[in-house]
């Protein structure tokens, strides 16, 4: 692949161009799942578990079968009863037995909102009426939602059959620690032993909801012919006609899945909750199903990412070099296991150059809703760990913080505890950047401090479908299988652009559907600029060896006499003739006689995707008073490899922020004794409103990864990881207390500040 | 399936007929921004919808010849926060009435949605109690009036009689120097429910010394509650009168542990409020 990263040579990358689908979107034509419109649809809803744990001793349908516009009734006995098999579908791995489960729950309901049945109706109030005629007999289980209470001796178990992998002898009793896992690198204790200084903290941090804006929808088909077809919003449309010719036992030739726009995800809308039910439900009913969660639905049976506890302890000499890292992490999965753990223990302490790293993790089932991705899956939880040990060491060291992380930065060639070395990356470049901001150094007044963190993300490649087709009167359609979350189709016609020497507005992005275009892996892992937009480069670079041949072809030349220069074909040089150039759209005029229609698709299995880092500064002021944070200032600084569009790289480091903001202060399931969630709303899961923001200064470093044509890092993930910490380290500043739990709430400030004993979280 | 009527009398006595007759469960709505979230989510389940909106003049705000205002049971808190003698005069009222939700809830919720929705966090409420406010309450029997602390009896629970329903709000004419003020906390900035909020209006003399207030707690007790004013009567709210505030404001606080704040930080929080909400009041004054 050859690498076109040299900025001064580029036309398109790099411009601010409007985002194709910007205007659906800015006058409500655009049309997410809930819009989606099948002919003869009827509604289908779920009735869910009004208990945390309890034993369905039986369902009775029969009153809800006999209400006049009821079509269908499901329960799990409709549904194929699959074996354990892990699966790689969407973000991270997935045992499609536990996701069927999930979808439905089989003799027990695991969490409030666990689906127990499902109707299709006629109308809405029709279904609703049905639901309530469903009588479930539970019986009530003693339940866990705290990740260490789930550890402990005696804890109600979730599942007979899971034993905590990973220890040796292997267990024979099961319990809800599903898996222990470790890295090490060189020697701790010796590392500990060579330290002058020592920072040993407790943190824990609660679950937080990816609350994307849009709940899932979707609306199915299941025809008398046994071909489906499934229109939704979610992050891979490939990935949702996986899990449901898996879960329902269709091939998946018959299953046709649509891409709806999708109205966020972050993670989140990497699996499947609604889809099998609407499939299984329109086989039954024999029309097709539409299916809408609402948002309380989608906060007590979707989502969230983990909440952690992690006992962290750092070591490091005089000078401020660090001999040792140690930690012990503790992640809550959910009712299955599936828990982000193992990102979470590579990317703690991935930033730096350590020769002693010795980290251990738990996987932990409990009572709440089965994890999903959320942006960086693992690593914010143990980057506010890391980075707020290494604040204390640099205020015990009386070194500025960034000075500490220079002297132990990971550069190009550092190992990491897990395995990897690291290759080009831009962790130097930017704490540099950061340092050299002005924001750094400017003055603080009374009750405001500054916090600094960084954080790391892996970014991953992976595979991809992109194609090019020349239409005949010399505009592009640039295909791909990517859903479109933060603005992809905008880069992806921008490289497409780039390469064939033309407007990006002569260039159409179109993400078609599953039978249209070739296998796709989900929008996830920051990979669909990178791994999408090899293979629609890739494409684009076909489609113009192609024309060379054409105008070759036209001027009776040989194709290496031919070049492709600002989207004309140009002979080579003197000796190739003197001939008049032949624009794009001269030659697809022509393509009839040329050899036919122009296009290319190009699939490919990306590897190489560079990972990113990050720096974050926020400014905060305190009100003593009442514990009240606001965040005055806040700079996120972030190696993004090349921004095709920095446009949206920028609304991706500022939305990424936004989101760690919440979760530092504010974000948190709370859940009352019988386990049941008290605040499934927006109202009280306080995600930050616009006001509670100052304007995001995203500041972008480019260090290209020349394993990309254009240099593209992922940057969707990183800007999540750092802003915990830096606010955690902002609020120690004005208030000179170390913060250890998440999130930091006004009621948590006020009672640090007077030296109380924290308030009992929900958690 | 169930049913639900919807009704828009145009008078007063209409509103009173059906409200009265009515025999299933029925609900007067104003701007309908409590109401119809509750409907939504299926905690209320009414047969009938009186809507007031339709009755003349209660949308609107009067200027009365002693300089006291009325305004109408359903003035949206936009149109409160337009006009602009009643922000002159109660500043707090408006301020708490503007606090309520967002730009579009503002041009809906009103001050009778607000006070009957009968929720202990609702803002105008303590303000509307600092400044005196009263209303005049429509009925079987005739016409009422009752002051704004006497209408809610706790959580969702008003003292109105069956068939009764709020015409108007009225606010006193302004004496010598008198200011109000209304804070809220809440955990963000805007879009919240009060964690606790506190309304205060006060009287000074020419000396600048507080001869009369009153002080409207919010969310720390099942209703509004009002704290004793003789912690700060005869001062001129120096530290020692605001620490006695504080005290007070706190020994009133009756409040829950709840998913919006616990009772230790809640009975804090009522003190610092009431000191600062005191301090813009008399600022407001013309004091200090
Ligand atoms: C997004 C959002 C944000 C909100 N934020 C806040 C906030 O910050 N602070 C706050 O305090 N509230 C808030 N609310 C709640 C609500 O907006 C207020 O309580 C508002 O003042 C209600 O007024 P309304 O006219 O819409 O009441 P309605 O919904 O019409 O009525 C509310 C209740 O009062 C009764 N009622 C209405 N009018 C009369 C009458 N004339 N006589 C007798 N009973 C009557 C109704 O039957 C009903 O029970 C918010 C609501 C929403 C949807």
Known sequence: MTFIGNKSDLRVVGTRPVRPDGVDKVTGRAVFGADAIMSGQITGKVLRSPHAHARIVSIDASKALKLAGVKAVITAADLPNIASEEAFVGEGPMNFRDLSLNCMARGKALYEGHAVAAVAAMTDAIADAALALIDVKYEVLPHVIDVEEAMAPGAPILHDDLFTAGETPKPTKPSNVAKKVRFTIGDVEAGFKAADVIIERRYTTAPVHQAYIEPHACVAAWAADGQCTVISSSQGHFMIRSYCAKLLGIEISNIRVVPAEIGGGFGGKTLVYLEPLALALSKKAGRPVKMVMTREDVFRATGPTSGAAIEMKVGATKDGKITAAQAVMKYQAGAFPGSPINPGLMCAFAMYDLANVDVLGYDVVSNRPKVAAYRAPGAPMASFAAESTIDDLALKLGMDPIELRMKNAAKQGSKTAYGVTHGVIGYEEVLQAAKAHPHWSAPLGKNQGRGFATGFWFNIGGESTGAVFVNEDGTVNVVSGSPDIGGSRASMVMMAAEVLGIDVEKCRAVIPDTSSVGFTNVTGGSRVTYATGMAVTQAAQAVVEDLKKRAAMIWDISPEAVEWKDGEAVPAGANAGGFDPLPLAAIAMKSAKTGGPIGSEVSVNAQGAGPGFGAHICDIEVDPETGHATILRYTAVQDVGRAIHPGYVEGQIQGGAAQGIGWALNEEYIYNKKGLMDNAGFLDYRIPVASDLPMIEAVMVEVPNTRHPFGVRGVGEVPIVPPMAAVGNAIRGAIGIRMEHLPMSPPRIRAAIDGAKMPKAAE | ?288
């Not at chain 2, 007063?12 to 007929?17: F, G, I, Q, S």
């Not at chain 2, 009222?93 to 001050?111: C, D, F, H, K, M």
């Not at chain 2, 929705?117 to 016409?143: F, K, L, Q």
């Not at chain 2, 969702?156 to 329903?165: M, Q, V, Y």
Request: net charge positive; charged share 15%; with cysteine.
């Open chain 2, 1 to 288: 399936m169930p049913s639900l009527n919807y009704v828009a009398p145009t008078t007063v006595a209409d509103a009173v007929k059906i409200l009265a007759g009515a025999s299933g469960p029925t609900r007067v709505m104003s701007g309908g921004t409590d109401l119809l979230v509750q409907l939504r989510t299926g905690r209320l389940k009414p047969e009938l919808i009186i809507d007031t909106k339709k009755i003349p003049g209660i949308i609107g705000i009067t200027q009365n010849a002693d300089g006291g205002f009325t305004i109408g049971a359903a003035t949206s808190g936009a149109l409160l926060g337009e006009h602009t003698a009643l922000g002159a005069a109660y500043p707090g009222v408006v301020e708490a009435a503007n606090l309520i939700g967002s730009t579009q809830v503002q041009g809906r919720a009103s001050l009778a949605g607000n006070l009957c929705n009968a929720s202990p966090a609702a803002d105008s409420v303590p303000a509307v109690i600092a400044a005196g406010g009263t209303v005049t309450i429509a009925g079987p029997n005739g016409t009422r009036t009752a002051a704004v602390e006497s209408i809610v009896t706790g959580p969702g629970k008003t003292s109105l009689a069956k068939g009764e329903f709020i015409t108007a709000f009225h606010l006193p004419p302004i004496k010598g120097r008198t200011g109000d003020a209304y804070l809220r906390f809440i955990p963000r900035t805007e879009m919240d429910i009060a964690v606790v909020g506190c309304g205060v209006s006060v009287t000074l003399d020419a000396s600048g010394t507080i001869t009369a207030a009153k002080i409207s707690l919010g969310a720390v007790a099942p209703t509004q509650v009002l704290v004793d004013p003789a912690c700060i009567i005869g001062s001129k709210l120096d530290d020692a009168a605001l620490a006695r505030l504080d005290a007070a404001a706190q020994a009133m606080c009756k409040p829950i542990d709840d998913k919006r704040g616990t009772i230790e930080f809640r009975t804090k929080v009522a003190g610092v409020l009431a000191r600062r909400t005191a301090a813009i009041a008399v600022a407001r004054a013309g004091g200090r």
